[in-house]
C-alpha cells in the first residue's frame, strides 16, 4: 500500500480531490480538505472508499501499514553497515504506557546505557502514526537507501563518526534483521514487572494482523549481557541498584 500521511492526496466519490491534513495509522481516521472548504472532513480508511489521487484504493485493513518505523530502520542501519558505517547503533524500547516503542540511534563507541544524544536522531511511534516520517527530510515510505541518503544530508557529521569497524555486532544485526524483516523489529526494553532479563532477545510486530514471532530464538547484542551483574546494572564504574532486572531507561 502506498503511504498515508498528512499531504497525501485523495479521491472521495462524493467530494472529488481532496488532501490529507492529519492522520492516525493506529485507529484509521484521518482529516481532509476538499476543494476550497475552509472546514476538514473527518474519515475513516476503513470504511469511507478513499483512494489515492491515481485510483488506486486505501485499503487500510486488507493491507496494514507499519504503525511504527522500527523496521525500517532496521533495513536502513542494515544499508549502512554494508557501506562502511559499521559503528551505527539502533536502540529501541517501550514507553511506560506500553502502547508504543521509542527508537535511537547513535554513533561511536557501542555504549548501550551511555549512548549519545543528537536532535532528529531519535523518536517514537506514537508520533509516527500522526507522520510517518523519521524526521530528517524523509519521505514516507521512503527505502531504506533514500532513508539513508536522506540522514547523510541532515547531519552528515554525526554520520561519519560511524564510518568505523565493529564486526562482531555488524554480524549480529544482520542476522538479526534476516530473521525479522520486513514484519518484526527487535526491542532492547521488557516489562521489569515480568522479572529478570529475558533469556532471547524480545521481538515486536510492526503492523496489526502480524502473527506472533515463530521463528529461531535470537541473541542480544555483543556485549549487552555484559551490562548486567544479577539485579545490579554497572553504569561509569559505579554500580546502580536494579531490584527486578530492567534497564535504567524503565526507571527515567
Known sequence: MKPVAPGTVIFHRHRGYGVITSVNLLTGWISARFGDEVRTLDLNLSHDELQHADGEPIRFRRD?????????????????????????????????????????????????????????????GADYNFNPILGWGDQPGASA????????????HGLSRALSRDE???AWFDAVCEALLPNYAYTL??????????????????????????GPPLPWPPGWTRLWTGGRLLVRGSVKTNP?????????
Not at 539502533?90 to 551511555?114: A, E, N, V
Request: proline share 11%; hydrophobic share 35%; net charge positive.
Open 168 to 170: 562482531d555486532h555488524t
Open 64 to 124: 496494514p501499514p507499519d504503525r511504527m518505523p522500527h523496521a525500517r530502520l532496521m533495513a536502513m542501519v542494515r544499508e549502512l553497515h554494508r557501506a562502511g558505517y559499521q559503528r551505527l547503533y539502533l536502540y529501541s524500547w517501550p514507553k511506560p504506557s506500553g502502547l508504543h516503542w521509542r527508537w535511537h540511534l547513535f554513533t561511536g563507541q557501542r555504549t548501550w546505557i551511555d549512548r549519545a544524544w543528537r536532535e532528529g536522531w531519535y523518536g517514537s
Open 145 to 156: 537507501q533514500e532513508l539513508a541518503s536522506a540522514l547523510a544530508k541532515f547531519d552528515p
Open 189 to 214: 526494553g521488557w516489562d521489569y514487572r515480568d522479572g529478570p532479563v529475558p533469556e532471547h532477545l524480545p521481538v515486536i510486530p510492526v503492523r496489526r494482523g502480524v502473527p506472533a514471532y515463530a
Open 244 to 252: 527486578a532486572g530492567a534497564p535504567s531507561d524503565a526507571f527515567r
